[in-house]
């Protein structure tokens, strides 16, 4: 079966930055993307980007334009999702989910599968 | 940016009644639109994309609807798995990709 296994919860001060990883299984890793949505406490679904896991294109989302990175190794079937000068508002649950895709071989916007969510706080 | 509005915020029902909640976008997504239903601690799950097609193990009970910008999500008779809160999803206009604020429906 598909899963999506992220990686735990993390702790930074302000400024730094974090690396949250996404390990998938059950499907082939390169056929699809992962996208990265966020969950502030108590708060609704943020979209954050995604990447293509066949050639690594992405997109992210304007809001975190300069300070997300999100990367792809296809040898351990990972994603990764960075984010850099934190502030205290990106405290959140961060989930990746794999994006469903057409018949032509398209991502389509539709997120089948999701990790279980890696909850990074901010504080100093 | 395609902006979705979820109504009501709230909805509180009781179990075996009709629970019936819409999304509107800002301009038309055609039927490309998802809804996922999340309970507390949990991630999101895929319940209905391109409007109205149910995804795997979904049961019959929940059944989407709509198209172009006035979508509904209709859950016939509510079981006790069933209140949480749901989000609609567009993914006709992307990027970038937008969620409603969330529909939570609660046990009255």
């Known amino acids: 079966q598909v899963l999506l296994v992220q990686s735990g919860p993390e702790v930074k001060r302000p400024g730094a930055s974090v690396k949250v990883s996404c390990k998938a299984s059950?499907?082939?890793?390169?056929?699809?993307?992962i996208t990265w949505v966020r969950q502030a406490p108590g708060q609704g679904l943020e979209w954050m980007g995604w990447?293509?896991?066949?050639?690594?294109?992405?997109h992210y989302a304007q809001n975190f334009q300069g300070r997300v990175t999100m990367t792809t190794d296809t040898s351990t079937s990972t994603a990764y999702m960075e984010l850099s000068n934190l502030r205290s508002d990106d405290t959140a649950v961060y989930y990746c989910?794999?994006?469903?895709?057409?018949?032509?071989?398209?991502?389509?916007?539709?997120?089948?599968?999701w990790g279980q969510g890696s909850l990074v706080t901010v504080s100093s | 940016e395609v902006v979705l509005t979820q109504s009501p915020a709230t909805l509180s029902l009781s179990p075996g009644e009709r629970a019936t909640l819409s999304c509107r976008a800002s301009?038309?997504?055609?039927?490309?639109l998802a809804w996922y239903q999340q309970k507390p601690g949990q991630a999101p799950r895929l319940l209905i994309y391109?409007?109205?097609t149910r995804a795997p193990g979904i049961p019959a009970r929940i059944s989407g609807s709509g198209s172009g910008i006035d979508f509904t999500l209709t859950i016939s008779s509510l079981e006790p798995e069933d209140f949480a809160v749901y989000y609609c999803?567009?993914?006709?206009?992307?990027?970038?990709?937008?969620f409603g604020g969330g529909t939570k429906v609660e046990i009255k």
């Open positions: 989910a794999r994006m469903r895709v057409n018949e032509f071989g398209e991502l389509l916007a539709v997120f089948e599968y």
């Open positions: 059950g499907y082939t890793f390169t056929s699809n993307g």
């Open positions: 990447i293509s896991a066949y050639n690594s294109r992405t």
């Open positions: 301009q038309s997504v055609s039927t490309s």
């Open positions: 391109d409007a109205s």
């Open positions: 999803q567009q993914g006709g206009y992307w990027p970038p990709i937008t």
